[in-house]
């Protein structure tokens, strides 16, 4: 099978395209042909390689999965013998947390992973990139930020694969949302619900004192202290994107103060939560209230463009591969 090989990290260039062995599925796993996958900011970042302390995870000097990739969708063409919950011609979405692996045509995952059936209002491309901006921004806005009615969130990077997921979860939740983006993306982010939007270009909702309850910064580009004037008495600055300056905060705010500092690596959540997350995120689909943006599709072999797009930083919800797109 076509798959995207890792050589190490740094720039998109790292990527190559190259033949590989189609994976056979054990006893308790499924084959998936991938239709599409995502391509993530997180995904640019730990291609990176920094911040350093992330390559304790993902490999010292070279990543330790040479397939990179976790968000899927596709279609079931193989089951192992004590699959009971799939069979073959199920259209299925998913996460590949543990393995990587999808930047490539074909995928193994256990019956029992972050596997569930697309819903058929989705499309392939919509269901791919759901868990990443779906699944992340449930955990910031429920587990963390403990949404309720009325409450006034800030979403800061309110354009990209979760800033998007964030103003439809928060406003399925009753929240007043406030979205942070760029001129180009007022239109996009007004068509998803918010109820205000700030143009960083012209306006920094920092100077907005006593403003908001939650500021959830998708994007990390503004710290815990530049938000703090903006945070109501109890307010919660929570961010996915951790830095020295976050962790340092994260301990004082634990220690000191009304106002908290917070990260979550929600792909290193329990698997039972994020499954429990997966089961929210497709009610909320079924309700009408969530739909994943698609910004741009790539074949597999442009995996390097891709990479680059995100990288200049106006990605507008989901990017993905499709690795059986016609050259």
Excluded at 10 to 27: H, I, N, R, T, Y
Excluded at 40 to 46: E, G, P, S
């Amino acid at each position: 099978m076509k798959a995207i090989i890792t050589t190490g990290y740094g720039s998109p260039e790292v990527f190559k395209l190259d033949q590989v062995a189609k994976p056979s599925p054990k006893q308790n796993e499924i084959l998936v042909r991938i239709h599409a996958s995502s391509v993530t900011k997180a995904d640019t970042m730990m291609r990176t390689g920094k911040p350093y302390i992330g390559r304790l995870f993902l490999g010292i000097s070279k990543p330790k999965h040479q397939i990179w990739g976790t968000g899927f969708a596709g279609v079931v063409v193989a089951i192992g013998s004590q699959v009971k919950k799939f069979k073959t011609g199920d259209n299925v979405f998913g996460e590949s947390i543990a393995s990587f692996g999808t930047y490539a045509q074909f995928v193994a995952i256990p019956e029992d992973g972050i596997l569930a059936h697309i819903p058929k209002s989705i499309s392939y491309e919509e269901a791919a990139g759901m868990c990443d901006g779906g699944i992340t921004s449930l955990n910031f806005l429920c587990n963390i930020g403990n949404i309720y009615p009325g409450q006034k969130v800030l979403i800061n990077g309110a354009s990209g694969s979760l800033g998007a997921a964030a103003i439809q979860i928060a406003k399925h939740y009753g929240a007043i949302v406030t979205a942070v983006c760029s001129t180009a993306n007022i239109a996009m982010v007004n068509s998803l619900g918010a109820d205000t939007v700030i143009d960083y270009t012209k306006a920094d909702f920092t100077q907005n004192k006593n403003s908001y309850d939650l500021i959830y910064d998708t994007v990390g580009t503004r710290s815990f202290a530049a938000c703090k004037d903006a945070l109501t008495e109890n307010g919660c600055y929570a961010s996915p994107v951790l830095g020295m300056s976050l962790l340092g905060d994260m301990v004082l705010t634990s220690l000191f103060g009304n106002k908290k500092a917070k990260f979550s690596a929600t792909g290193s959540l329990p698997k039972e939560e994020i499954k429990r997350l997966m089961r929210v995120l497709l009610e909320l689909i079924e309700a009408g209230d969530f739909k994943p943006p698609i910004d741009r599709s790539y074949k597999l072999e442009q995996v390097v463009e891709a990479h680059t797009y995100i990288d200049k930083g106006h990605k507008k919800g989901n990017v993905v591969l499709k690795p059986f797109a016609l050259v």
